[in-house]
Every structure is written in structure tokens, then in C-alpha cells.
């Protein structure tokens, strides 16, 4: 963890405590082309379920580091809801996993990636996707960030 070490040596030189969020790839195919697809195990972006525990196991020792969110992001231009469905259940798992151990998320960043009109494509509406993930996070008290991104400004 050393990029932990190092925000947290930062922060405590300038005596501010900060609250870090942590990337986790879940390993899901988004159905998108492979150039902007984020979320599965051979792409670089964010770290395994594994290497979060241990991140997360080992985060309450940094004193001006708080590791109190979660991160995810599976890709761009996704045109369905399911990808995230998939997505947002395994990370759910995961913070109850982490909150039975103690640890308290209080943020929750569900990255962007819903699909814009560009010309022919026939993306889901914002509204057709919060009926399929809202569900989800029903009971969540972290507070939850979303980043429309393209599908707010890109047409």
C-alpha cells in the first residue's frame, strides 16, 4: 500500500484528514467495445476483490487516511442495464462483507458509462436504469455518487 502511505504522509504534513476511495474491478463484462471497457479482469483499471480485503484490512493503521469509499466503473457506452446490475450486486456484497468486519463505507462512486446518442444507438433512459439499480441500494447508508459523463453532455 504504498500509494496509501504516501497520501496519508501528505495529509498528515498538512494536518488535514482525508477520506479515500478505493477502485475495484468487478469483473464484468459490459458489452461495450474493448476500448472503453473497464470493468473486466484483463483490463488495467481498478484492483480484484482480493486486493481490496487486504487494502481495506490494512487501511485503519494510517491516521490521516481514512479508506472509507468505493469505487467502480465497467466502461463507457453501455447501452443496457444488466452490466451494471452485475456490477453494483457484487460491490454491495462486498461492503456488507466489509461492514461485518468493521470498516464503514461512507461513500459509494458508481462511475458513468451510460450510453449517448450519437447517431443510431439506443441506449437505456436514466430513468429505465434507476428503476434496474435503485433497488440495489435500497437500505445503502453510504452516500452514493454517480458521473453521467457522456450521456449528459455527449450528444
Same mark, same amino acid.
Do not use: W
Given at each position: 500500500?504504498?500509494?496509501?502511505?504516501?497520501?496519508?504522509?501528505?495529509?498528515?504534513?498538512?494536518?488535514? =484528514? #482525508?477520506? #479515500?476511495s478505493i477502485?475495484?474491478?468487478?469483473?464484468? !463484462?459490459? =458489452?461495450? =467495445?474493448?476500448?472503453?471497457? @473497464?470493468?473486466?479482469?484483463?483490463?488495467?483499471?481498478?484492483? !480484484?476483490?482480493?486486493?481490496?480485503?487486504?487494502?481495506?484490512?490494512?487501511?485503519?493503521?494510517?491516521?490521516? /487516511?481514512?479508506?472509507?469509499?468505493v469505487h467502480? =466503473?465497467?466502461?463507457?457506452?453501455?447501452? @443496457?442495464?444488466?452490466?451494471?446490475?452485475? /456490477?453494483f450486486q457484487?460491490? #454491495?456484497?462486498?461492503?456488507?462483507?466489509?461492514?461485518? /468486519?468493521?470498516?464503514?463505507?461512507?461513500?459509494?462512486?458508481?462511475?458513468?458509462?451510460?450510453?449517448?446518442?450519437?447517431?443510431?444507438?439506443?441506449?437505456?433512459? /436514466?430513468?429505465?436504469?434507476?428503476?434496474?439499480?435503485?433497488?440495489?441500494?435500497?437500505?445503502?447508508?453510504?452516500?452514493?455518487?454517480?458521473?453521467?459523463?457522456?450521456?449528459?453532455?455527449?450528444?
Open positions: 500500500m504504498p500509494e496509501l502511505e504516501q497520501i496519508n504522509a501528505i495529509a498528515q504534513k498538512m494536518r488535514k =484528514h #482525508v477520506n #479515500v477502485r475495484i474491478n468487478p469483473n464484468v !463484462d459490459p =458489452h461495450t =467495445h474493448e476500448y472503453i471497457t @473497464t470493468g473486466k479482469a484483463e483490463t488495467k483499471f481498478g484492483i !480484484d476483490f482480493e486486493k481490496a480485503r487486504e487494502i481495506f484490512k490494512g487501511a485503519k493503521r494510517f491516521t490521516h /487516511a481514512q479508506v472509507s469509499g467502480v =466503473h465497467i466502461g463507457s457506452q453501455i447501452e @443496457t442495464g444488466e452490466p451494471f446490475v452485475e /456490477a457484487k460491490i #454491495v456484497e462486498f461492503i456488507d462483507e466489509l461492514e461485518a /468486519a468493521g470498516t464503514r463505507i461512507k461513500f459509494l462512486n458508481l462511475g458513468g458509462g451510460l450510453g449517448a446518442i450519437y447517431s443510431d444507438e439506443n441506449p437505456q433512459t /436514466a430513468e429505465e436504469f434507476a428503476r434496474k439499480i435503485l433497488p440495489i441500494f435500497k437500505k445503502r447508508k453510504c452516500r452514493l455518487i454517480f458521473e453521467p459523463g457522456r450521456f449528459y453532455c455527449g450528444q
